[in-house]
C-alpha cells in the first residue's frame, strides 16, 4: 500500500542570488529543458525519520510559501512527486526520482486545509500536522512528515482544477513588486495564479541558472494561452521592444485575456 508523505520548501524572492557553495538544496546538475513540465526528483538529506521510509511508489507533497523584500504569500502545493525510485547519495542524502506522473501546480491558498491533515507518529499516533496554526508552517514541516491521509490534499486540487488560471505577465526588472501585489490579492479571493516566481523550476526563477530557451519559451506560451486571465503589470519596462513581457503581452491581446495592471 503507497504511502503519502509531505514536505516543505521555502521559495524566496530575492534581489541578489546566492551562490551555489552556500545554498547546496537547490544545486544539482540538470539538463537544460528538464523540470518545466512535471518535477524530475527530490531531495533530502535527513538520515532519520520519515525520509528513510520513503519507497517506490509512495507519493511526496511538496508545499512551499513564498517570503518576499514585500511580505509572505500563503503556502501552497508546489508539487506533487509521485516516486519512481530512491536513490542515495555518497554523503547520504536520498534522491527522489519523479515518475512521470508527478504534477507541478499553480499557486493557490492551502491554508484552509491544513488543519485538516493528520500526520502518522511511533506506534500509529495521529498528531495535528501543525502543531501551531499560527506559527509559519516551516516550523512545523521542517522535516518530511509522513500523513494519516491525503485526502484533504486532493479535495483541494478537485476544486483547484475547477478553476481558470490567472496568469502574471510582468518585468523582472521592475515589475517584481507589482506583480507580487497582485498575485497576494488574488490568493486572498481565493483565486488561482501562475507565477513564474512559483511555477517554474527553482534553478531559474530563484537561481537563475541557464536553461533551455525554447523549452522555456513553449512552457511560458502554453500556460499563458491556457489561461482564463492575463494580467499585465505595466512598469516603465514592461512590453519594451523585444522583451518576453511584448510576446505575452501580444498574444493575449489577441486571445482577449489582457488586462492592464498599474505597476508600483
Not at 13 to 18: A, G, H, M, Q, T
Not at 194 to 212: I, K, Q, Y
Amino acid at each position: 500500500m503507497s504511502q503519502h508523505f509531505i514536505h516543505y520548501v521555502p521559495r524566496r524572492i530575492v534581489s541578489r542570488f546566492p551562490d551555489d557553495a552556500n545554498h547546496p538544496w537547490f544545486a544539482d546538475v540538470q539538463a537544460l529543458d528538464a523540470g518545466f513540465f512535471r518535477p524530475t526528483f527530490h531531495i533530502s538529506r535527513r538520515k532519520t525519520g520519515p525520509t528513510q521510509q520513503v519507497r517506490e511508489g509512495d507519493t511526496i507533497w511538496i508545499l512551499g510559501q513564498i517570503v518576499s523584500p514585500w511580505g509572505v504569500l500563503p503556502p501552497g502545493i508546489d508539487a506533487r512527486i509521485e516516486v519512481e525510485r530512491v536513490e542515495r547519495g555518497r554523503d547520504g542524502a536520498l534522491r527522489f526520482i519523479a515518475s512521470k506522473q508527478s504534477q507541478w501546480f499553480p499557486l493557490s491558498d492551502i491554508s484552509h486545509t491544513l488543519p485538516f491533515l493528520k500526520s502518522l507518529a511511533g506506534q500509529g499516533r495521529l498528531n495535528e500536522l501543525l502543531k501551531d496554526p499560527t506559527a509559519p508552517i516551516g516550523r512545523s514541516l521542517q522535516s518530511m512528515r509522513l500523513l494519516a491521509s491525503a485526502e484533504p490534499l486532493e479535495e483541494h486540487l478537485g476544486k483547484l482544477s475547477l478553476q481558470p488560471v490567472h496568469f502574471i505577465s510582468y518585468r523582472i526588472c521592475d515589475g517584481t513588486h507589482a506583480a507580487f501585489v497582485k498575485t497576494k490579492a488574488l490568493l486572498a479571493q481565493q483565486q488561482v495564479v501562475f507565477w513564474d516566481r512559483w511555477s517554474l523550476p527553482r534553478r531559474l526563477a530563484e537561481r537563475r541558472e541557464l536553461v533551455d530557451c525554447e523549452a522555456l519559451d513553449c512552457h511560458l506560451m502554453e500556460q499563458l494561452a491556457s489561461a482564463g486571465t492575463v494580467w499585465g503589470i505595466e512598469s516603465p519596462a514592461y512590453s519594451a521592444e523585444g522583451s518576453y513581457s511584448q510576446k505575452e503581452k501580444i498574444k493575449a491581446l489577441q486571445l482577449g485575456t489582457y488586462h492592464a495592471v498599474a505597476g508600483c
